[in-house]
Structure formats: structure tokens, C-alpha cells
């Protein structure tokens, strides 16, 4: 059986302020665990329980490819952050479905 070193939110907080300059304050990670896009956490009875392995695992996650400037981003097309593929609003249908009301011009 392998055994992992767990951490408790506070201590998941400092290890990703530490390792990786990132400040995600234990609250943040409370949140995400509720709304989720955080990292994978267990449990034991209340208490939530992070590893290390999962917190680079997340960290490496969100990282983006390495590029040379900000325009980098154009280069990949119509994939969003995240791997979500954009949707261009000129293409958008009339049926209503995209979240804007449509007024009639007189």
C-alpha cells in the first residue's frame, strides 16, 4: 500500500504559494470544491484532504503552452482558455438561445 502525504487547506494554500508563487487563499480552495475547477481533494469524516501529487497535477492543468508574447494566444485558433472552443457571436443563430434579446428596429 502506498502511502501520501496529505495536506489540510491551509497547508494545500502555503504548498502552492511556496512551490509555485501561486496565491490561492484556503477560502479560494473551499470555494472551488463546492463550484469545482479546483483540485482533487478526499475526505476523512469532515475534513478536506489535498496531495501533493494532485495539487502539481492541478497546477500543471492550467498551465498554458509556453510562448514567446501575449499574441502567442492567437496562434491557436478558436480554442479558448481551457480547451473550450469559441463561439464567434456573428455566427450566432436568431433563435434566442444566446443569452441576448433581440428588440425590433422600426
Request: hydrophobic fraction near 30%.
Amino acid at each position: 500500500m502506498e502511502l501520501h502525504r496529505f495536506l489540510r487547506r491551509k497547508a494545500a494554500s502555503a504548498y502552492l504559494h511556496e512551490t509555485y508563487g501561486l496565491e490561492r487563499a484556503p477560502s479560494t480552495l473551499a470555494k472551488l470544491a463546492v463550484i469545482g475547477g479546483g483540485p482533487v481533494f478526499r475526505r476523512m469524516n469532515r475534513v478536506p484532504l489535498y496531495s501533493i501529487d494532485d495539487l502539481d497535477e492541478w497546477v500543471a492543468s492550467k498551465l498554458s503552452r509556453p510562448m514567446r508574447s501575449t499574441s502567442d494566444r492567437a496562434s491557436l485558433g478558436s480554442e479558448a482558455p481551457g480547451g473550450h472552443q469559441q463561439v464567434d457571436p456573428s455566427s450566432a443563430s436568431d433563435n434566442g438561445t444566446d443569452g441576448y434579446e433581440r428588440g425590433s428596429s422600426t
